[in-house]
């Protein structure tokens, strides 16, 4: 059964860094696109950033604004999300999803997802 796990969530202050990885298990790790998505208290879920299988292709939301950086080590089978400058209106549970091929920016589109991680960060 392939999982997808997240580590590397916390509390930080306002202007502070963290970095995400998700590792998912099971086979053909290189057909997957990867994604995080994130959702707060009351709203829906909504993309953050997503790379594609490869690796050569990667987008990210508005409201990143140069301010994330998407990757992937093939080797691990991981994706990893570097975020700087964060802000309180980043705080949410960020997930980590698959889907064959291509990124996507609808929810709709992945078929795998992790459980969350919890990101906090205070003013």
């Known amino acids: 059964q392939v999982q997808l796990v997240e580590s590397g969530g916390g509390v930080v202050q306002a202007g502070g860094s963290l970095r995400l990885s998700c590792a998912r298990s099971g086979r053909f790790f290189t057909n997957y696109a990867m994604a995080w998505f994130r959702q707060a208290p009351g709203k829906e879920r909504e993309f953050v950033a997503a790379?594609?299988?490869?690796?050569?292709?990667?987008g990210f939301a508005d409201f990143v604004k140069g301010r994330f950086i998407i990757s992937r080590d093939n080797a691990k089978s991981t994706v990893d999300l570097q975020m700087e400058s964060l802000q309180p209106e980043d705080t949410a549970v960020y997930y980590c999803?698959?889907?064959?091929?291509?990124?996507?920016?609808?929810?709709?589109?992945?078929?795998?997802w992790g459980q969350g991680t919890q990101v906090t960060v205070s003013s």
């Open positions: 999803a698959a889907k064959l091929y291509n990124w996507d920016t609808s929810p709709l589109e992945y078929s795998e």
């Open positions: 790379i594609n299988w490869s690796g050569d292709s990667t």
